[in-house]
């Protein structure tokens, strides 16, 4: 299938919005690696491509993803309290397990519960399937933009508490190693990275602060607070993994192999964003 179709069908981008980015070619496909090579109007969708969008396209609810209205509305008043709200944005607050983007193997996602609501909810940023605390979500095409560009410029300050499986050597630091996005998971560029690794990871910064250690469960773990003033995939989790040598508790994908806790400690506590009231 055409890119342009595949798009037009699988989100509720408009008609002219579409052409509009199509031709300043912001729609990118992003190989195994983690470059991005733009797309034209005309190149062939295939599976197993990875397509980059703008955050403000967002895809359209299929009827075997929500079935039942009832049935979401009962998980959003259970799983999706509103922490704040203005007439332009809400800050959910987002339970572990709970995917914000429909998937293979997703049975309810945010987006698509949102979408059963009769608001205009736009996903502006994404926090993983099992990472829990506030997510923005734009209730204007005007508003996502505008935080969109926030999120891009980093005026959005994001502060984090995880429970780390292990003590970090120093009590607090600043990991600032770029971290290369392998499609299904990320790796942080060390030393011993090759060149090629190098030229395709992007820019990468945590900080971090040891709050308390202890011991969970027989084995040694730190709460720790980090913020991050970039925003990778992964980039806590890989970071707290692989530079750390102390993974998230729970995070099986990054490190904590035994399963030594029943869902992943990450929360995103605390989120800044920029005056969006006259959106």
């Known amino acids: ?34 470059r991005r090579k733009r797309l034209h109007p005309n190149d062939r969708v295939s599976i197993g491509m990875c397509i980059s969008l703008p955050c403000l396209v967002t895809p359209k609810l ?43 193997g997703i049975t309810y996602s945010i987006d698509a519960l949102l979408q059963t609501t009769g608001v205009a909810y736009r996903l502006v940023h994404r926090l993983d399937r099992n990472t829990t605390g506030a997510l923005a979500v734009a209730k204007t095409r005007a508003a996502a933009a505008a935080l969109t560009h926030a999120f891009r410029q980093r005026l959005v300050s994001k502060n984090y508490v995880a429970v780390l499986d292990g003590h970090p050597r120093e009590r607090q630091g600043t990991i600032d190693n770029a971290l290369l996005n392998t499609g299904t998971s990320c790796l942080a560029i060390t030393p011993i ?39 990778r ?47």
Do not use: W
């Open 1 to 34: 299938m055409r890119l342009d179709r595949f798009i037009a069908n699988e989100t509720n981008i408009s008609t002219s919005l579409l052409f509009k980015l199509l031709r300043k070619r912001a729609v990118a496909q992003i190989d195994d690696s983690g």
């Open 62 to 104: 299929k009827a075997a993803t929500v079935k039942d209205a009832g049935k979401a509305q009962e998980l959003i008043q259970r799983h999706l309290p509103i922490i704040r709200e203005t007439a332009a944005v809400a800050i959910f607050q987002k339970p572990a397990g709970l995917a914000c983007q429909g998937g293979s």
């Open 193 to 231: 990275s090759t060149e090629q690794q190098i030229q395709a990871a992007k820019h990468a910064v945590t900080n971090y602060k040891v709050i308390k250690r202890g011991v969970f469960n027989g084995r040694p773990v730190s709460i720790v607070a980090l913020d991050i003033p970039t925003g």
């Open 233 to 279: 995939k992964h980039q806590i989790r890989v970071h707290c993994a692989q530079i750390l040598n102390c993974p998230v508790l729970g995070d099986t994908r990054y490190g904590d192999t035994v399963k030594a806790a029943k869902h992943m400690y990450l929360h995103l506590v605390q989120m800044t964003i920029p005056p969006l009231d006259h959106f």
